[in-house]
């Protein structure tokens, strides 16, 4: 009789092991200490073979059915059901080690002893920052050209032009490696020459006109460093909080749907919103891939353990020609209290609230945290819309007319 789950229940283990039967090949074998494993007889080139289905309950006895049904039909068109098993094993086995990664890591282990030092750590951070995140677990000869693109674009769009041309031939020299060891057919970055423009040599001149601001802007979005420090700078006039709450930002404490980033002020030791527009939501899901796993939205570059560096941001800013006498971490705060009360027209006290300042209400009661928070939402937004503004060359003279 075909078995019942009622059946399979109520079957006791005994001193030794002992078999129920289903239909066509299946039973159940029970262990003396109560196991249940589900397998599969078959015949295959005229001996017998065992094939093991899982274990009851996880497996049902429809599923094993299905299971058992499968391995027939593969039985019936010539294939030992057993040996597929093996294959796809193997393949999948194969299939992790022939990642672009592993053969990435592989081919830099290879090369590596004959760079210096520091051109072989630009490499390796390199492919670490801005490959391995998005195509590093794909089998190295499954990745197309249009894949490889994809990736190398975002480096491009962040404004990193000359990094994207390296990271372009750095995938390449890896490709290649991988068609010299049998593990790829082709090298598909060669189908992307001429699909990045040439890199053109430019000097960012010292910020002294009357568009600054507009300049120290344009020059975040040309850093060419490391996708965390980019972000990083690309969101600190966005949010406007102080360098080190910026720093130490966690993911846990940021809700890309709901658009808000709920923390406590160190410095009062408040709890604080930071409604977050459409561009600091972009941002931080940009960056999201890479550091999201971790704590830290901003993490440092030696351990993820720890937040950035507090003088990561400045030394950025630094090497971009912007001088401490012109903005600093804080300058982003200053910067938006005044063009957010003189240009924007926001109330001040909207202003104060989101710098996360200590604001009473007449009767000399602390507002909570909540307070005018669809009105903050606004600015916040309309701060970020007008900053887009001020890159694209509009309003920049609205600065000084309202200083």
């Given at each position: 009789?075909?078995?019942?789950?009622?059946?399979?229940?109520?079957?006791?283990?005994?001193?030794?092991?002992r078999?129920?039967?289903?239909?066509?090949?299946?039973?159940?074998?029970?262990s003396?200490?109560?196991?249940?494993?589900?397998r599969?007889k078959?015949?295959?080139?005229?001996?017998?073979k065992?094939l093991?289905?899982?274990?009851y309950?996880d497996?049902?006895?429809?599923?094993?059915r299905?299971?058992?049904?499968?391995?027939?039909?593969?039985?019936?068109?010539?294939?030992?059901?057993?040996?597929?098993?093996?294959?796809?094993?193997?393949?999948?086995?194969?299939?992790?080690?022939n990642?672009?990664?592993?053969?990435?890591?592989?081919?830099?282990?290879?090369?590596?002893?004959?760079?210096?030092?520091?051109?072989?750590?630009?490499?390796?951070?390199?492919?670490?920052?801005?490959?391995f995140?998005?195509i590093?677990?794909?089998?190295?000869?499954?990745?197309?050209?249009?894949?490889?693109?994809?990736?190398?674009r975002?480096?491009?769009?962040?404004?990193?032009?000359?990094?994207?041309?390296?990271?372009?031939?750095?995938?390449?020299?890896?490709?290649?490696?991988?068609?010299?060891t049998g593990?790829?057919?082709?090298?598909?970055?060669?189908d992307?020459r001429?699909?990045?423009?040439?890199?053109?040599?430019?000097?960012?001149?010292?910020v002294?006109?009357?568009?600054?601001?507009?300049?120290?802007?344009?020059?975040?979005?040309?850093?060419?460093?490391?996708?965390?420090?980019?972000?990083?700078?690309?969101?600190?006039?966005?949010?406007?909080?102080?360098?080190?709450?910026?720093?130490?930002?966690?993911?846990?404490?940021?809700?890309?749907?709901?658009?808000?980033?709920?923390?406590?002020?160190t410095?009062?030791?408040?709890?604080?919103?930071v409604?977050?527009?459409?561009?600091?939501?972009?941002i931080?899901?940009?960056?999201?891939?890479?550091?999201?796993?971790?704590?830290?939205?901003?993490?440092?570059?030696?351990?993820a353990?720890?937040?950035?560096?507090?003088?990561?941001?400045?030394?950025?800013?630094?090497?971009?020609?912007?001088?401490?006498?012109e903005?600093?971490?804080?300058?982003?705060?200053?910067?938006?209290?005044?063009?957010?009360?003189?240009?924007?027209?926001?109330?001040?006290?909207?202003?104060?609230?989101?710098?996360?300042?200590?604001?009473?209400?007449?009767?000399?009661?602390?507002?909570n945290?909540?307070?005018?928070?669809?009105?903050?939402r606004?600015?916040m937004?309309?701060?970020?819309?007008?900053?887009?503004?001020?890159?694209?060359?509009?309003?920049?003279?609205?600065?000084?007319?309202?200083?």
């Amino acid at each position: 009789m075909p078995l019942t789950d009622t059946a399979i229940k109520k079957a006791k283990p005994e001193a030794k092991q002992r078999k129920l039967y289903d239909e066509r090949g299946l039973f159940l074998l029970i262990s003396p200490k109560g196991g249940k494993w589900w397998r599969f007889k078959y015949l295959f080139d005229g001996k017998e073979k065992l094939l093991s289905l899982g274990t009851y309950p996880d497996v049902s006895l429809k599923e094993a059915r299905d299971r058992r049904d499968e391995a027939r039909k593969q039985v019936a068109a010539d294939i030992d059901p057993g040996e597929h098993r093996k294959a796809q094993k193997t393949a999948k086995v194969a299939k992790q080690a022939n990642s672009f990664e592993v053969v990435a890591r592989e081919w830099y282990a290879k090369h590596s002893p004959n760079w210096s030092a520091n051109h072989g750590d630009r490499i390796i951070r390199r492919l670490e920052r801005d490959i391995f995140p998005w195509i590093g677990g794909s089998p190295v000869a499954d990745i197309t050209a249009p894949q490889l693109l994809e990736v190398i674009r975002r480096i491009e769009k962040r404004g990193a032009l000359e990094t994207a041309h390296r990271a372009l031939g750095n995938c390449g020299q890896v490709f290649r490696y991988a068609v010299a060891t049998g593990r790829a057919e082709r090298d598909p970055s060669g189908d992307l020459r001429g699909a990045l423009p040439p890199v053109k040599e430019t000097h960012f001149a010292s910020v002294t006109d009357p568009a600054k601001v507009a300049g120290v802007l344009r020059a975040l979005d040309s850093y060419e460093g490391t996708l965390t420090v980019r972000c990083a700078l690309r969101l600190a006039p966005l949010v406007f909080v102080r360098p080190g709450e910026l720093r130490h930002a966690r993911w846990a404490d940021i809700d890309l749907e709901g658009a808000e980033w709920r923390y406590t002020v160190t410095k009062t030791n408040t709890q604080h919103i930071v409604p977050l527009s459409r561009q600091s939501v972009k941002i931080l899901t940009e960056l999201h891939p890479l550091t999201g796993r971790g704590h830290y939205v901003f993490p440092g570059a030696r351990s993820a353990a720890r937040p950035m560096s507090e003088n990561a941001i400045l030394a950025a800013m630094r090497r971009m020609g912007i001088s401490k006498d012109e903005m600093s971490g804080h300058g982003f705060r200053a910067m938006a209290r005044t063009i957010l009360d003189e240009v924007l027209g926001f109330r001040p006290d909207y202003i104060e609230h989101q710098l996360a300042h200590a604001v009473r209400d007449p009767n000399g009661r602390a507002y909570n945290r909540t307070a005018h928070l669809p009105e903050r939402r606004k600015m916040m937004q309309d701060w970020a819309d007008y900053l887009d503004k001020l890159k694209a060359g509009a309003e920049i003279i609205s600065i000084n007319q309202h200083a």
